[in-house]
């Protein structure tokens, strides 16, 4: 898994809870976290502007705890060039030569 791209999405653990993911790269990875270089991303309800990108690359320590699940992406994929679209009442990271990666839908924001 080190040096791998993912797209990690935090649990939520109340309604209403800002829906967290984070795509970058795999730099350690143990049964307890993953550490990542990347960026986050907030998907916060009641916003006109409901997705919410970090404007700069950081490094993230996810407990394994709080993680709902891991996607790999494509080597290729560029954390710098994130393009996020929205399809009825889901949002999802395009993915170059790739399925789309979803984020999150309304109902889980609102």
Known sequence: MIGKMVKIRSKQFFPKQALWVFVGKVIDF?????????RGIAL???REDV???DEET????I???NIAHIRILPD????DEIDTGRVGSK?????KDAPDA????IGEID
């Open 76 to 79: 290729k994929f560029d954390i």
């Open 44 to 46: 916060i309800g009641g």
């Open 30 to 38: 143990t049964d307890l976290w993953v550490r990542i270089e990347g």
């Open 63 to 65: 407990p394994s705890d």
């Open 58 to 61: 950081k490094e993230f320590i």
């Open 91 to 95: 949002f999802y990271i395009k993915v």
């Open 102 to 105: 979803t984020l999150g839908e």
């Open 51 to 53: 997705v919410d990108i």
